[in-house]
């Protein structure tokens, strides 16, 4: 494993996420962090990315809140270390149905509640019917992974 090709992987990474509208920071650390082989400080990840701390701080709390990364403690360093979530594709995909849900509860709501003109009814009951067809899919896909991870152990 050498720094070049772990440079080449993690400047993939970052382009990757960029084209799907995330930050190449974010992107860069899941790259780095998939390669390495022990936890990083955030000092650790800025120095190997040649950005700020700051940086890293803000798209490792990102990753952190999206289930992607776990913090992990270090005996005797006050220092937060973080590495992949070993679990981190589950869990990308349940904060990606939480969203969904969440987002389909309000225009149920908004078709209960409110009294929207029949122009906007027809759109709050086209969104119902994509929510329904998304959180489907979203559901079963959650339960193949559940399996497969599971004959994966």
């Known amino acids: 494993m050498s720094a070049r090709d772990r440079d080449w992987f993690v400047a993939r990474m970052g382009q990757s996420t960029e084209q799907d509208g ?3 920071i974010a992107g860069q650390l899941f ?3 998939l390669w390495s082989e022990e936890p990083c400080s955030i000092q650790q990840m800025a120095d190997a990315l040649g950005v700020s701390k700051a940086s890293v701080s803000t798209d490792a709390r990102r990753l952190l809140e999206h289930g ?6 270090r005996d005797g360093d006050r220092r937060d270390y973080y590495q992949i ?13 939480e969203r ?32 329904e067809f998304v959180l489907e899919r979203l559901r079963q896909n959650l339960a193949d992974w559940d399996s497969t ?3 994966l152990e």
């Open 149 to 151: 991870a599971t004959e």
């Open 68 to 73: 992607v990364l776990e913090r992990v403690p």
């Open 22 to 24: 995330f930050p190449k």
């Open 85 to 97: 979530a070993p679990d981190f594709f589950r869990r990308l995909l349940q904060h990606r149905l």
């Open 31 to 33: 790259g780095l962090l």
């Open 100 to 131: 969904w849900e969440n987002a389909h509860d309000s225009v149920i709501e908004a078709r209960e509640k409110l009294k929207p003109s029949a122009k906007v009814t027809k759109r709050l009951e086209y969104m119902h019917a994509v929510n």
